[in-house]
């Protein structure tokens, strides 16, 4: 059963820096890529990192955010500095064999919320 489980969320002061951190188990986690999504009320869910298997990352929302992995312990991590209020969303995190990075592909975790206060 694959299993994607995140963590880290919280609420932070504009400013502040989380670290989100995703669980990963029941598939082979270093063949997958993996990205890290936010959907805010209201708003439709985007991608906001992804690094592939062999570690190539690209932020694709803001330089404040860095995506990285440690397939040792099958987790990717999520490092947000200088947070702003409108980073305020629900963060998920997904894997999947391919690089399309379209939203119906891949696992998915329950998420983490993030709200930062101004």
């Known amino acids: 059963q694959v299993q994607l489980v995140e963590s880290g969320g919280g609420l932070v002061q504009a400013g502040g820096s989380l670290r989100l951190s995703c669980a990963v188990s029941g598939i082979s986690f270093s063949i997958n890529h993996v990205g890290w999504y936010r959907q805010a009320p209201g708003k439709q869910r985007e991608l906001v990192a992804r690094i592939s298997s062999s570690g190539n990352s690209r932020a694709s929302v803001s330089d404040r955010f860095t995506i990285f992995r440690d397939n040792a312990k099958n987790m990717a991590y999520l490092q947000m500095n200088s947070l702003q209020p409108e980073d305020t969303a629900m963060y998920y995190c997904?894997?999947?064999?391919?690089?399309?990075?379209?939203?119906?592909?891949?696992?998915w975790g329950q998420g983490t919320q993030v709200t930062v206060s101004s």
């Open positions: 997904n894997c999947r064999k391919t690089a399309d990075w379209g939203l119906e592909y891949g696992y």
